[in-house]
């Protein structure tokens, strides 16, 4: 490893390496990076009176947070018009989603390309505005090709399991009929169990974009009250680890699959030696190499739900 530029210190965590101008930069990195600790705490109410306990590891973080969920204040407004020559009107709460409408919408750009051939073997050559809606498709029209890429992503998991010596529950089914006399099942990509946690590992390609963000919180919402009423008392954790490109704060990131292994086992281990659990609510949720705004993953800007955002740990990029 190359010494770091002459006045600048280091940052010695495994696997970081971060260089920083000063002390006090490099001491912020670890506390927030490293050390896991969220000193921002949002002092607002829900809206049935009670607090919402929400914390962050960035105070730009909480002030996005308050005027999102608590203010509703929707500052950028699009002022482009529609086809018939009206305003537009449509408001985000954010500049990325914003910039996302008016590019679909108003200049119709199509950037995302199916890389998938048609069953005569010429290319498909389908656009679309929107990666999910780009997934969507290859969801429904390459569904063996979507499948095989898939199985070999949850194979390379698996195998990193037993290469490490991990016993787990490959495909573990759960019935959500114990909890919820309406609701079905769902399977688990891998369970495993330590002394003090459950661990439920899902392999997310693509962040599950194509999924909807609503559909993923429910489910571990079904999967948390269905252990919990079949009388789990250890530690719940979800770890949702994408095994495919992500951003940190708009920047695309590029993590080799070594890294994103190495990251993986150590968050296990980390789970692995935990002290015992103090209850039977503790529930928590990590995100692997999702894509990130000021820390936190930036799927909380959709329909997310503002329990389930409790759960929430940190993600890891």
């Known amino acids: 490893m190359e010494p770091p530029p002459s006045g600048r210190v280091t940052c010695l965590h495994e696997r970081c390496n971060k260089t920083f101008a000063t002390a006090a930069g490099l001491k912020v990195h670890t506390r927030i990076k490293h050390q896991g600790l969220r000193s921002h705490a949002c002092t607002h109410a829900r809206p049935d009176g009670s607090p919402c306990a929400m914390t962050f590891a960035y105070a730009g973080a909480l002030k996005r947070h308050i005027s999102d969920v608590h203010l509703g204040v929707r500052a950028c407004v699009c002022t482009h018009a529609m086809d018939n020559g009206d305003p537009c009107t449509y408001a985000f709460t954010q500049q990325n989603n914003l910039k996302r409408h008016i590019q679909t919408v108003h200049l119709r750009v199509r950037g995302f390309l199916c890389p998938h051939a048609m069953a005569n073997g010429t290319p498909c050559n389908a656009q679309f505005g929107q990666k999910v809606h780009m997934h969507a498709h290859v969801r429904a029209v390459h569904f063996e090709e979507y499948r095989k890429e898939r199985k070999l992503k949850e194979s390379a998991i698996e195998a990193l399991l037993t290469e490490h010596g991990y016993d787990f529950s490959r495909q573990h089914y759960v019935s959500f009929r114990c909890a919820v006399s309406d609701a ?93 659990a103090p209850g039977a609510e503790d529930v928590r949720t990590f995100y692997m190499f999702y894509d990130t705004t000021d820390g936190e993953p930036a799927i909380f800007r959709d329909d997310y739900d503002a329990l389930a955002k409790q759960w929430f740990v940190r993600a890891i990029v």
């Open 184 to 276: 079905t099942w769902a399977y688990t990509d891998a369970l495993l169990l330590f002394r003090n946690t459950v661990v439920i590992l899902e392999v997310d390609e693509d962040q599950h974009d194509s999924y909807g963000v609503s559909c993923d919180v429910k489910r571990m919402a079904l999967i948390v009250e269905t252990l919990r009423t079949e009388g789990c008392s250890q530690r719940i954790v979800f770890v949702r680890y994408n095994p495919d490109g992500f951003s940190v704060n708009g920047v695309a990131r590029r993590t080799y699959r070594k890294g994103r292994h190495d990251a993986l086992i150590a968050l296990l281990r980390e789970l692995e030696h935990e002290p015992d």
